[in-house]
């Protein structure tokens, strides 16, 4: 017998099953975001990511948010240098549509800090705090470290301080009760509550 053998019924099965991963991988369907004008460089970069069909929806998802194409790259990026895929694409389309700008959104993924705070930093986004106030409380969440709630910001923020002051604030590591206790200052003098010098001859 030459060398060329005919392969067994088991070689060949596996074979097969090879190929049809391969396949699998190759046949992802990029064609959605080629219709939506991404550029056929930001395609190939997806591609050597070898992303899915389920990626590709939230690559979507995040594009109609506002998302740019090197902003949903960098996002895919940063999955894979994680191990894992890109699913969390409702979840960025929410921090957008809240008002966060696209770096800001990206600092807070890079921070690893999606998951647990994407719903509080709507919300104070939403409230009228800045991006900087918000990425300040993730940072230190970052670093487990305590930090003010979003909720107590925003009633300080209504208080009339400033998003820099608070900055400031977070950056100084300000607690609950010491925004509770500033807030109750102010409600108190705004309530015409503040002392008042009192003129004429004291008895």
């Known amino acids: 017998m030459g060398l060329w053998r005919v392969p067994s019924v088991f070689t060949l099965a596996a074979f097969l099953l090879l190929l049809a991963s391969c396949n699998k991988v190759r046949q992802t369907n990029m064609s959605s975001l080629d219709a939506a004008g991404m550029h056929p460089e930001s395609i190939e970069q997806l591609h050597k990511y070898q992303v899915n069909d389920d990626e590709v929806r939230q690559i979507l998802t995040i594009g109609r948010a506002g998302m740019s194409e090197q902003g949903s790259v960098k996002l895919v990026e940063m999955a894979r240098s994680r191990q894992r895929l890109f699913a969390e694409g409702d979840t960025v389309a929410g921090l957008l549509e809240a008002g966060m700008k696209e770096n800001s959104v990206i600092e807070i993924v890079r921070l690893d800090q999606l998951a647990l705070f994407a719903g509080e930093a709507a919300a104070m986004r939403l409230a009228g705090l800045s991006d900087d106030v918000v990425l300040g409380v993730a940072r230190h969440r970052a670093k487990g ?47 015409g509550h503040a002392f008042v010098r009192q003129h004429g001859r004291r008895r």
């Open 145 to 191: 470290q305590m930090v003010i709630a979003g909720a107590r910001l925003a009633e300080l923020r209504d208080a009339g301080y400033s998003n820099l002051q608070l900055v400031d604030m977070v950056d100084r590591g300000i607690t609950d009760k010491q925004a509770e206790d500033a807030v109750a200052r102010h409600n108190y003098a705004v309530g």
